[in-house]
């Protein structure tokens, strides 16, 4: 079998060059393609036509890669254009945020001026389970301010006091610190209360208002201002909103949960000291 396979192989190859070298002698002698060549050119036909074919698969793979490496470049200037809008945007709102917490600043100026006041800047925030502080860039070296001094927004919401003076930066408990204690009054309504940090309020973000006054109607939803007395704070100052009025467990007294007006975390960055005022409720 292998002898035979073989003798074959040979036969083929054997007329395979013959017919190639009958078909050049044909081309050369008689300046004709001649049968053989023509014969060549049919049996080769599906060849050349496969060629073709594959030659026009690799062109269009080319040309797809082509506009491939197009697109992506387009996608990657798309992407660098669009990043670049997004700072811009970006950059726009806190321009449009300082502008209006600036005018704000101004307003509370023009609204208090009465104050005794300094623009202070919050440095850093400091909280725990115990208490509740921020540091601010004014001291004793380069401002008035003072032990027990008011701390409040640009919107007049009293956020802290100070409690510390150094010679450049001073500690600001927060209202929810249990440390803190203010006068306060409920609306338009008089009688005596007291607003103040409460240990397991201050987790929760909370204050407690205690109202001495079984005759004061309290609900929720009021609002909670500061009042003169003990002439620590000015009169009217925004402490916060009542959340819920309960009875104290002794059964004696009412008190209410109070939340601040203002969130009391590192959105703020700009507050007033006030560092006296008239003594007017």
Do not use: C
Request: aromatic share 8%; net charge negative.
């Amino acid at each position: 079998m292998k002898t035979f396979l073989s003798r074959k192989t040979v036969l083929i190859a054997a007329i395979a060059v013959l017919i190639a070298i009958t078909a050049i002698i044909s081309l050369n002698v008689f300046n004709s393609s001649g049968p053989v060549t023509g014969l060549a050119n049919i049996l080769t036909r599906p060849v050349r036509a496969l060629a073709s074919q594959v030659a026009g698969a690799f062109e269009s793979i080319y040309a797809s890669a082509y506009r491939y490496d197009n697109l992506m470049k387009k996608h990657e200037e798309l992407l660098i254009r669009l990043t670049e809008l997004e700072r811009n945007y970006l950059e726009s709102i806190a321009l449009a945020e300082e502008n209006e917490q600036f005018r704000a600043l101004l307003g509370f100026r023009e609204r208090h001026s009465g104050y005794e006041q300094e623009l202070a800047t919050i440095s850093g925030w400091s909280g725990s389970n115990w208490s509740s502080s921020f540091a601010i860039n004014l001291g004793y070296a380069n401002s008035t301010i003072q032990r027990g001094n008011g701390v409040v927004t640009e919107y007049g919401v009293l956020i802290g006091q100070v409690t510390d003076v150094g010679a450049t930066t001073s500690t600001v408990v927060s209202v929810l610190d249990t440390t803190f204690s203010a006068g306060a009054r409920i609306g338009d309504a008089t009688g005596p209360a007291t607003v103040k940090g409460d240990f397991a309020l201050m987790r929760s973000g909370l204050m407690m208002l205690d109202v001495f006054d079984d005759d004061l109607i309290v609900l929720t939803g009021d609002t909670v201002f500061t009042s003169s007395a003990g002439g620590v704070f000015p009169a009217g100052l925004v402490v916060g909103e009542v959340v819920e009025v309960l009875r104290h467990q002794t059964g004696v007294g009412r008190y209410a949960t109070v939340k601040p007006l203002r969130d009391l975390d590192d959105t703020i960055s700009i507050v007033f000291v006030i560092t006296d005022f008239d003594l007017t409720d």
